[in-house]
């Protein structure tokens, strides 16, 4: 079945998107005087009542702290938080819940990673391989880890306004010497879906370590950890349906058996003497003081939530979504698309000749829509595509082609008001 037919049987099919939609409290609202379209998601994405009563029901009965109480209400909270690791690694397919350490989100995963890893591994000279694509939270924590050890950075280049990555430098760059790899599965501006598993695999050949920053896929397509290959995995809970502050970060067990912890206090020790600690196995290492037990509970749900609709008919529906709307958006004039056309993620960037991102943005938000302006966090990817921001519309399985093209009619006015000739 090709492609465009299978998206068409799924909607004759009909999941039921319209009545996921109503799953969504905050979307049954006008903004300045229209009923709202939340094209946002990259940023984050909206909660649905299952996620919304998960958190409620958890603090009505059974909120305590965990791992401390010998008491009914925390060993429910605790039975609650360790649930959710063993659901996060079902999620990921991890060989193991021990795998998988709850962070707030996907930045604190990473400079996890760089702290603990970064600290333990490298010294001077050593090299670490980013894209420029990266978001921020994939560059700083490794600026940072390089100023501390004289290790140095290296970037796998972006071609064109397209975006895919240069594989051959990728090849090229490897063979220097490089002792960790860290790479976005999916750009949050340019929606281009990278080969994570062959880069994985040929890092690994390579002897280096591998970090996936699955912000941008995990609430979106099926990961399978084992099957990637990589040694870390990141992601934030917010962006998929859960609470805000609550992430995972999954890491291969022998690797995270031989790492020091992040923080030290309460939760990750074995034992405290006046001048000596031993540290507990992990995951606990590495979770140091009171965690986000309703994050984890909220994040269970989330999790549940999405495998009842299917990953796979998400993607299918976003990508549906964002083909469509580039498809659209290139039939007007002056407008300059950033990433692939097709085989892409459920977000399209782009600007209009003589329109500033944030005007554009501005003046969508008066129509109700929700857009996202600016840089994106990714700064060096903006000077490599010669541009100080764009604008975004970022897409759920909740949004619809409807509302894509009510986009377009919007940006057809943004064009006459702004702009010299509409052009469509
Ligand atoms: N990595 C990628 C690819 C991201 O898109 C983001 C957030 C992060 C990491 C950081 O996630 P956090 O939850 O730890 O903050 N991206 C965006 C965005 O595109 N607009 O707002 C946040």
């Given amino acids: 079945m090709s492609f465009l037919s299978k998206t068409h049987f799924l909607r004759a099919r009909n999941v039921g998107w319209d009545l996921i939609r109503s799953d969504f409290p905050i979307l049954d609202q006008t903004v300045n005087g229209e009923p709202?379209?939340?094209?946002?998601?990259?940023?984050?994405?909206?909660?649905?009542?299952?996620?919304?009563?998960a958190l409620r029901n958890y603090y009505e009965k059974d909120n305590a702290n965990v791992h401390r109480g010998i008491h009914e209400l925390s060993n429910r909270a605790t039975a609650a938080y360790e649930g959710g690791r063993q659901r996060a690694a079902k999620y990921l397919n991890a060989a193991s819940s021990s795998e998988i350490i709850f962070t707030r989100g996907t930045t604190e995963g990473i400079n996890l990673v760089a702290s603990s890893w970064g600290g333990a591994n490298l010294k001077a000279g050593d090299k670490v391989l980013l894209t420029e694509m990266e978001h921020h939270s994939n560059i700083v924590p490794w600026q940072m880890l390089c100023e501390r050890t004289g290790a140095e950075l290296l970037y796998v280049p972006v071609v064109g306004d397209s975006g895919q990555l240069d594989l051959e430098a990728y090849d090229r760059l490897l063979g220097q010497g490089v002792k960790l790899v860290s790479v976005t599965h999916i750009s949050n501006t340019l929606g281009v879906i990278n080969p994570v598993a062959e880069l994985c695999g040929k890092a690994r050949a390579a002897g280096a370590v591998t970090v996936i920053d699955a912000a941008q896929s995990?609430?979106?397509?099926?990961?399978d950890v084992q099957a990637l290959g990589c040694d870390f995995l990141a992601f934030s809970g917010h962006k998929?349906?859960?609470p805000t502050g609550i992430g995972v970060l999954y890491g291969r067990l022998p690797l995270l058996e031989s790492l020091p912890p992040y923080q030290g206090g309460g939760e990750m020790i074995q034992t405290v003497d006046f001048f000596k600690t031993t540290y507990a196995k992990p995951p606990h290492r590495?979770?140091?003081?009171?965690?986000?037990?309703?994050?984890?509970?909220?994040?269970?749900?989330?999790?549940?939530?999405?495998?009842g609709i299917g990953r796979k008919a998400i993607f299918e529906h976003d990508q549906d979504l964002a083909v469509y709307a580039y498809a659209q958006l290139s039939n007007i004039q002056g407008i300059r698309l950033f990433g692939p056309p097709s085989g892409r993620g459920g977000l399209v960037s782009f600007l209009l000749e003589e329109?500033?991102?944030?005007?554009?943005?501005?003046?969508?938000?008066?129509?109700?829509?929700a857009l996202r302006g600016g840089h994106h966090c990714n700064q060096p990817l903006m000077k490599k595509l010669g541009v100080p921001s764009t604008a975004r519309a970022s897409f759920y399985f909740y949004n619809t082609r409807e509302e894509v093209d009510q986009l377009l009619d919007v940006l057809?006015?943004?064009?006459?008001?702004f702009g010299s000739n509409p052009g469509i």
Avoid at 43 to 53: C, L
Avoid at 218 to 223: F, I, V
Avoid at 412 to 417: G, L, S
């Fill in 286 to 307: 590495f979770e140091a003081g009171t965690p986000d037990i309703a994050g984890v509970v909220g994040l269970h749900a989330a999790m549940d939530y999405l495998d």
């Fill in 412 to 417: 057809i006015e943004i064009r006459r008001f």
């Fill in 218 to 223: 995990a609430g979106h397509l099926k990961l």
């Fill in 355 to 369: 329109v500033h991102a944030h005007d554009l943005v501005t003046f969508a938000d008066q129509k109700g829509i």
């Fill in 240 to 242: 998929m349906c859960g």
């Fill in 36 to 53: 709202l379209i939340y094209f946002d998601n990259a940023a984050t994405s909206q909660k649905p009542n299952a996620v919304i009563n």
